[in-house]
């Protein structure tokens, strides 16, 4: 890449999860697009990241302040990108890289690879690599703990070549390399109960989930089995009603929260109102984004977060299709809602689903 466009801020480097390029590169052109920002991607199959690159100057600083991020789906984490560093010296990989930030205060400095078996391989190497470009930006005059300003991101492919950039901490993701280190909890019975802790995390702040997942209320969970969803809103307290012809583990029954149903997901109805339902059938996303909407339209829930398997190919129209469906049934049922949608750390082939009644 020509290192002058990059000096131009025309460049953003997207992370996402490996075999999703090409969906995070048909969001990002599609979004830009339709803010008038022309542009294209550099995306290889497997390398887990994206890199958009404008024609215009400043055109990718402008997409970050344009676009809000918690609304991209394959973007795990982005930022503006300031210089790309080939060939970094052994002797001094630091004096580079902090010089390639014309700031004098940070927020924080975060170093990353592309979450892939390889990028896995440099976590020890950024690890050691922190102190001394701290001290490198130190010298520079560089400050970090600004909370208000950018955070600096160093993106390493390998140990001597980097993308160096900005992120907007306020419209970015919280986390390293946007990956939540969630803890499995030992009473859970399966892996993908750490899907639904972090749509929590993700979709509500602290203070939505203290008031809206308390003791008393209730929850439906569709696709049940063997319990890890059902867990989740157990632990806090939530009554739910477990459908599945599978079975659910005995710690989860052992909760006294669960009532175990066999029944079909697409028939089950309850008899009044609920708090929450969640649902993991897999089934196509069309489908389940109808139920979904069902449920939010003939008030059978307040809320609902629900994954959508995706297909082999063309993902990203995939979830828009379904998207579309559902704010398509829920407007002309005059509903006001909020609706996101994001492919989580803990997701594989799928994306979860926010969707809530105003
Ligand atoms: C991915 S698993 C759910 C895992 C669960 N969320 C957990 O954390 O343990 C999908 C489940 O959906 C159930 N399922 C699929 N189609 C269904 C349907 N039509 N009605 C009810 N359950 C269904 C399957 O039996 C399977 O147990």
Redo the contacts with the bound molecule.
Sequence with gaps: MNTSDLQQEKALLLQCRSGFESDCAAEIQDRAGRLGIAGYCRAQPGDAHVLFQAYEPEAATRLMAELDFRELIFARQWFVVLAELRELPVSDRAGPVAAAFPLRRARELSLEYPDTNEGKALSAFCRKFSRPLENALTQRGLKLGHPAEPRLHVFFLDSSHAFVGLSDPANSAAWPLGIPRLRMPRQA??R??LKLEEALLLFLDEEERDRRLKPGLSAID????????TWQLARRGLRVTA????PMSEEVMATGMVEHLRA???TYRPEKMVDWLVC????QPSRIAGLMADYLAEGYCREAVFNLKLPMKKRYQAVQDALHLIDRRLRRSGLDFTLACKQLYHDREEVTVHLRRL
């Design positions: 019975p399966s993908s109960t569709l696709g049940a089995s063997p319990g890890g969803w459908v599945d012809n599978g079909d997901g697409f993991d059938m897999v089934e």
